[in-house]
């Protein structure tokens, strides 16, 4: 069944971390998941949950999928893969409001939305189900941490030049520009970061374009 | 990871065997699913109805300054459409196997009976000859050390994109000791301010006869105001009243000052407000003495 041509070797796991958050930031650099990017991060607080539940669900994914990708039939290893993703995202949802729920008070509604986030299927697909379980682990981490990454950064942005505030401490009397804490001041916003991380990326010497992703989905 | 990884071989040209290996693939892994997912909905549904439990005592408690001797009773209400009835049953709250008062009015408010059982019967939305009761919210009413401490009625309201839900206490003179809304949809960062304290605080001290005038402004809200109603977060109810019972008298005949960017969202918690407190009042009148009596 496992039709699988092995990758020679993985990558090592500071590798892994360091493309996450950086090299192949999602947000940034893969353009992947936009829409929650920009819907949740209107403050610094609901870009930390969220981004919190999303690198839960991508290391619980990606560690599953390397442990299941040889029983998983190629030809219908994307719904299983939702499936798996839906599993995780379900348990969490339950997990949240079962023993946390004040944490799910404040972020329950945009937890069972990270079934649909492309980011996550994308490293299945890209990674989980070519390498196994350590380096599969490292991925996801790398991943989740980039994208928690990308969304502390969009929602302290938002929320200073929306809110006036970070964290939810006051700092100017009044909001000085609302328009950054509206829909579509999130899209200026990470249209911004993401010119200022290619700018980053070409002093450093990389090419300042993005090497993946593609589907721009949710 | 090098971007000329490769890309999987398209599978050969599946024939009966092989779809019949898909599928039960699929159905595999579909019933690993279900079972996980039916594990920990066991594992942890007792927990999280506890934690909204406790979450709602918790509420119920804070906005009417309840001490741990309290006595709160929750009050169910149904509507049988057929029969042109509404149905209360009354028992101890967060115990489902107490006592139980059923009371039973028309539409037009004549009682039609009244029913205490030592234990509940089954489920009051009985099928066959007895109608559907549909559900109409709850209402709770605390004493403490043998006086009416207050009520707490749920309502519902149409927000900006769904529905808000939320608890509004009433002291025994009918005057708005705290709203708390419990869950919401609203934008965060906008609509979802109406889910905090310097928000819900305005509504503190109106009468019900004040709230069903309450009208919404568009004006800034004075930043004196404001500053008293943030500390609502960190004081209790009883003793922000005492500390600024200046401000509440010059602000408590003033409309309500909506969220900036998110005045549909204030007048909607304002506008169902408005009707739930208006309903309890017509229903309580009727209501309170037949649960009072012979209790």
Wanted: with cysteine.
């Amino acid at each position: 069944m496992s039709v699988e041509p092995v990758p020679a070797a993985a990558p090592s796991a500071g590798e892994l971390i360091r493309n996450g958050i950086l090299t192949e930031n999602p947000v940034f650099r893969l353009a992947l998941s936009l829409c929650p990017a920009v819907a949740v991060t209107t403050n610094v607080t609901n870009g930390i949950a969220l981004g919190l539940a999303v690198l839960a669900v991508q290391v619980l994914s990606s560690v599953t999928v390397a442990l299941t990708r040889t029983r998983i039939h190629p030809r219908v290893r994307i719904p299983v893969y939702t499936l798996i993703i839906a599993v995780w995202v379900s348990a969490i949802d339950m997990t949240l409001a079962a023993f946390a729920p004040a944490v799910y008070a404040q972020v329950g509604l945009y937890v069972k939305l990270i079934v649909a986030f492309a980011i996550i299927i994308s490293r299945l697909e890209m990674f989980a189900s070519r390498y196994p379980l350590v380096p599969s682990f490292w991925d996801g981490l790398g991943m989740g941490l980039g994208f928690l990454f990308a969304l502390m950064v969009i929602g302290a942005l938002r929320e200073l030049l929306g809110n006036g505030s970070i964290l939810g401490f006051q700092l100017t009397p009044a909001k000085p520009l609302l328009f950054f804490a509206l829909p579509a001041g999130g899209f200026f916003s990470i249209a911004l970061l993401m010119a200022l991380f290619n700018r980053i990326e070409r002093m450093m010497g990389g090419t300042g374009a993005p090497s993946g992703g593609g589907s721009h989905g949710v | 990871m090098s971007p000329d990884l490769p890309i999987l071989p398209a599978p050969p040209r599946a024939d009966r065997g092989e779809m019949f290996r898909i599928a039960m693939n699929l159905t595999l892994f579909s019933a690993l699913a279900a079972a996980i997912l039916g594990g920990v909905w066991l594992a942890t549904e007792r927990y999280a109805a506890a934690a909204r439990l406790a979450g709602e005592k918790r509420a119920i408690g804070e906005l009417l300054g309840l001490g741990e001797s309290a006595e709160v009773t929750e009050v169910e209400q149904f509507m049988a459409a057929a029969a042109r009835e509404v149905v209360y049953r009354a028992h101890a709250y967060g115990d489902d196997a107490g006592p139980v008062r059923t009371v039973t009015f028309s539409f037009e408010g004549e009682l039609r009976g009244r029913e205490d059982l030592a234990a509940p019967a089954a489920a009051p939305a009985g099928g066959g000859a007895e109608a559907a009761l549909e559900p109409l919210g709850r209402m709770f009413v605390a004493r403490q050390d043998g006086a009416l401490a207050g009520f707490v009625v749920e309502g519902e309201a149409r927000g900006y994109k769904n529905r808000i839900r939320f608890f509004v206490a009433l002291d025994s003179a009918f005057q708005v000791a705290g709203v708390r809304v419990l869950e919401h949809e609203e934008d965060p960062g906008l609509g979802a301010e109406i889910a905090t304290p310097w928000f819900e605080g305005q509504y503190i001290g109106r009468s019900a006869g004040d709230v069903a005038k309450l009208t919404v402004t568009k004006d800034p809200m004075p930043e004196d105001w404001r500053a008293a109603l943030a500390g609502l977060a960190r004081t209790p109810v009883a003793d922000w009243r005492a500390k600024h019972g200046a401000l509440l008298a010059r602000e408590g005949p003033k409309p309500i000052y909506a969220v900036t960017g998110a005045t549909i969202s204030s007048r909607a918690l304002t506008d169902g407000l408005r009707t739930t407190v208006d309903h309890f009042r017509r229903r309580w009148a009727l209501l309170g003495p037949q649960l009072a009596e012979g209790a």
